[in-house]
């Protein structure tokens, strides 16, 4: 079974910090390359931060600069370091274990940056 699991979302000011985790499966995370997208309602998600299974990193150019992403193998667990957020960086966001058109999904955390 795959499962990941996001935690750590929440309100905050602009210009404040929030850490996101997402717990996946042992079986899988090793495998997969792990990424974080976000999603506005009615609105298609989009890529925020990938990282393979080797530490490559990739970044939107919105969130370039501002946010980090980082695995824990031993943890299997991935991370988002989000800083000095923006009001437009209200999003529901997502964990994703192999790419967002055939991996896998966690069920989101909800991040609202206020003005």
């Known amino acids: 079974q795959v499962q990941l699991v996001e935690s750590g979302g929440g309100l905050v000011q602009s210009g404040g910090s929030l850490r996101l985790s997402c717990s996946a499966s042992?079986?899988?995370?090793?495998?997969?390359?792990m990424g974080w997208y976000r999603q506005v309602p009615g609105k298609q998600r989009e890529l925020v931060a990938t990282?393979?299974?080797?530490?490559?990193?990739n970044y939107a150019d919105s969130v370039k600069g501002r946010f980090t992403i980082s695995r824990d193998n031993a943890k299997n667990t991935a991370y988002l370091q989000m800083n000095s957020l923006k009001p437009e960086d209200t999003a529901v966001y997502y964990c994703?274990?192999?790419?967002?058109?055939?991996?896998?999904w966690g069920q989101g955390t909800q991040v609202t940056v206020s003005s």
């Open positions: 994703n274990a192999g790419g967002e058109i055939v991996g896998y």
């Open positions: 042992a079986s899988i995370f090793s495998i997969y390359r």
């Open positions: 990282i393979n299974t080797v530490g490559k990193t």
